[in-house]
């Protein structure tokens, strides 16, 4: 679609059939406010977005104002500012239809559904999750950005890093580098954007590098030429830098490189460095009910798909007694690589420690704002500790008692690999038993209200 649609008013474009057309949060306020102004319903819009348009810091261009009045008597847009910036935050998360359920939750407070904003609501405990995933996003983004020093006689930028965040946080991650970093020129590049400081400004641009082997020398040279084309010199100050970008280990190293965030190129903790692949969750995109488990398994591992081992054999058929179909449930687990040890030719599985259920909980937490399910089935003692974000939570306290929390149902029960271990027959059907209950405990939940 050409930009020239952006010229008609969201509400003309919704009334000839025509989808909203947006590249920021900026753009989608003034659609939004004029779509409220004529009373145009949620049901009735379709937006689409494109990226890379447009600078990441730019606000609503002037083609966005309405060739037509107000409707008379249209009330003017009123929204709390917590609302607003709760929206603008949700903005970032890359989740599907995110334009359309943002405008779903700003007409629902219009028509007077306050509790929208609360996490007992369904939209509304979406919307947290969202927000969540995004502040998680900027500090794990803070936190593992690694820049490699280039010779001070190769001129601006001085340093240069690579990273692939998960959500479209570019922007406040590098108003964060330009406080903290003075006057020393860097940039940032990811997949989409790159973004740059000469020491005054921040400039942005498309992708200029196509991954973290463009930082190398032998790849530098196109999309150095573009900084030089657009940068002012400036004072290098390497001792601020140095100073202010704490590594791992807590302080600088000159020469590193940021590790990438996909899931399939973590390293927030060491388990990748033995496992095959890491292993995501898999289900329809927002499932009522989702399944956490503990951590993939040797046949996990080997195939890149959660629960397919001889657990996922009982889990499937304790699923089944519960009359839930596996194809409508979100599957996954709290630590995304096999943690292993040897014995003889085979990997036995070895229980990850609490460093490394904290560190895939970044991971987890993208899951829940994404799939926002109504209900979360904890399998075993590690996913309880991850669902709840507390290393203190025990299977004994939490079994046969679905708990609220962060907007949501958590039921507990065991992890089917405990009954697979169990020795004696009858205390494995007992622990299959408590599954299967468990199971139908979480169908009826996710059929009701939210907490």
Same mark, same amino acid.
């Given at each position: 679609?050409? #930009?020239?649609?952006?010229?008609?008013?969201?509400?003309?474009?919704?009334?000839?059939? %025509?989808?909203?057309?947006?590249?920021?949060?900026?753009?989608?306020?003034?659609?939004?406010?004029?779509?409220?102004? %004529? %009373?145009?319903?949620?049901?009735?819009?379709?937006?689409?977005?494109?990226?890379?348009?447009?600078?990441?810091?730019?606000?609503?261009?002037?083609?966005?104002?309405?060739?037509?009045?107000?409707?008379?008597?249209?009330?003017?847009?009123?929204?709390? +500012?917590?609302?607003?910036?709760?929206?603008?935050? *949700?903005?970032?998360?890359?989740?599907?239809?995110?334009?359309?359920?943002?405008?779903?939750?700003?007409?629902?407070?219009?028509?007077?559904?306050?509790?929208?904003?609360?996490?007992?609501?369904?939209?509304?405990? +979406?919307?947290?999750?969202?927000?969540? *995933?995004?502040?998680?996003?900027?500090?794990?983004?803070?936190?593992?950005?690694?820049?490699?020093?280039?010779? !001070?006689?190769?001129?601006?930028?001085?340093?240069?890093?690579?990273? !692939?965040?998960?959500?479209?946080?570019?922007?406040?991650? &590098? =108003?964060?580098?330009?406080?903290?970093?003075? =006057?020393?020129?860097?940039?940032? &590049?990811?997949?989409? *954007?790159?973004?740059?400081?000469?020491?005054?400004?921040?400039?942005?641009?498309?992708?200029?590098?196509?991954?973290?082997?463009?930082?190398?020398?032998?790849?530098? &040279?196109?999309?150095?030429?573009?900084?030089?084309?657009?940068?002012?010199?400036?004072?290098?100050?390497?001792?601020?830098?140095?100073?202010?970008?704490?590594?791992?280990?807590?302080?600088?190293?000159?020469?590193?490189?940021?590790?990438?965030?996909?899931?399939?190129?973590?390293?927030?903790?060491?388990?990748?460095?033995?496992?095959?692949?890491?292993?995501?969750?898999?289900?329809?995109?927002?499932?009522?009910?989702?399944?956490?488990?503990?951590?993939?398994?040797? @046949?996990?591992?080997?195939?890149?798909?959660?629960?397919?081992?001889?657990?996922?054999?009982?889990?499937?058929?304790?699923?089944?007694?519960?009359?839930?179909?596996?194809? @409508?449930?979100?599957?996954?687990?709290?630590?995304?690589?096999?943690?292993?040890?040897?014995?003889?030719?085979? +990997?036995?599985?070895?229980? /990850? *420690?609490? =460093?490394?259920?904290?560190?895939?909980?970044?991971?987890?937490?993208?899951?829940?704002?994404?799939?926002?399910?109504?209900?979360?089935?904890?399998?075993?003692?590690?996913?309880?500790?991850?669902?709840?974000?507390?290393? %203190?939570?025990?299977?004994?306290?939490?079994?046969?008692?679905?708990?609220?929390?962060?907007? #949501?149902?958590?039921?507990?029960?065991?992890?089917?690999?405990?009954?697979? =271990?169990? /020795?004696?027959?009858?205390?494995?059907?007992?622990?299959?038993?408590?599954?299967?209950?468990?199971?139908?405990? &979480?169908? !009826?939940?996710?059929?009701?209200?939210?907490?």
């Amino acid at each position: 679609m050409d #930009r020239t649609q952006g010229r008609l008013s969201a509400a003309a474009s919704a009334s000839s059939g %025509h989808p909203v057309l947006v590249h920021s949060f900026a753009q989608w306020r003034e659609a939004a406010r004029d779509l409220l102004a %004529h %009373h145009v319903p949620p049901q009735l819009m379709q937006w689409i977005s494109h990226k890379n348009d447009g600078s990441l810091f730019a606000g609503a261009p002037p083609a966005q104002a309405a060739d037509a009045a107000p409707p008379d008597g249209a009330c003017a847009l009123r929204v709390p +500012r917590q609302l607003m910036d709760m929206l603008q935050s *949700a903005a970032c998360c890359r989740v599907p239809n995110r334009w359309a359920f943002l405008y779903l939750v700003l007409w629902r407070w219009q028509q007077g559904e306050k509790d929208v904003m609360s996490a007992a609501d369904e939209d509304g405990a +979406r919307l947290h999750a969202m927000v969540k *995933a995004v502040q998680r996003e900027i500090s794990g983004m803070h936190a593992a950005i690694r820049f490699r020093e280039r010779r !001070e006689d190769a001129g601006p930028p001085r340093f240069v890093a690579w990273f !692939e965040p998960g959500h479209d946080v570019l922007p406040q991650v &590098a =108003r964060h580098f330009a406080a903290r970093m003075g =006057r020393v020129s860097w940039m940032i &590049a990811t997949p989409d *954007a790159s973004v740059m400081w000469d020491g005054e400004r921040l400039h942005t641009t498309g992708p200029l590098m196509r991954g973290p082997q463009d930082i190398d020398d032998a790849g530098e &040279a196109p999309w150095l030429t573009h900084y030089r084309s657009i940068f002012n010199p400036a004072r290098l100050n390497a001792d601020l830098l140095t100073s202010q970008v704490p590594t791992a280990a807590g302080k600088a190293q000159p020469g590193a490189v940021s590790s990438p965030t996909s899931l399939g190129q973590c390293r927030r903790c060491d388990l990748w460095q033995h496992a095959t692949q890491a292993v995501g969750g898999e289900g329809p995109a927002q499932a009522r009910i989702m399944l956490v488990g503990e951590q993939p398994g040797d @046949q996990e591992d080997l195939r890149g798909k959660p629960f397919v081992g001889p657990a996922g054999q009982l889990l499937d058929r304790a699923l089944h007694e519960a009359a839930l179909d596996r194809r @409508q449930v979100w599957i996954t687990n709290a630590v995304k690589h096999f943690k292993w040890e040897p014995r003889g030719k085979r +990997r036995l599985h070895k229980s /990850p *420690a609490q =460093r490394e259920i904290d560190a895939c909980g970044y991971w987890l937490q993208r899951e829940l704002a994404q799939v926002g399910p109504k209900v979360v089935v904890a399998l075993g003692s590690t996913a309880l500790k991850a669902v709840l974000d507390n290393p %203190h939570a025990t299977l004994k306290d939490m079994m046969g008692q679905p708990v609220a929390h962060g907007g #949501r149902w958590v039921v507990t029960i065991y992890h089917p690999a405990y009954a697979l =271990r169990v /020795p004696d027959a009858a205390a494995r059907e007992r622990a299959f038993h408590a599954m299967v209950e468990g199971l139908k405990q &979480a169908r !009826e939940l996710a059929q009701g209200p939210r907490p």
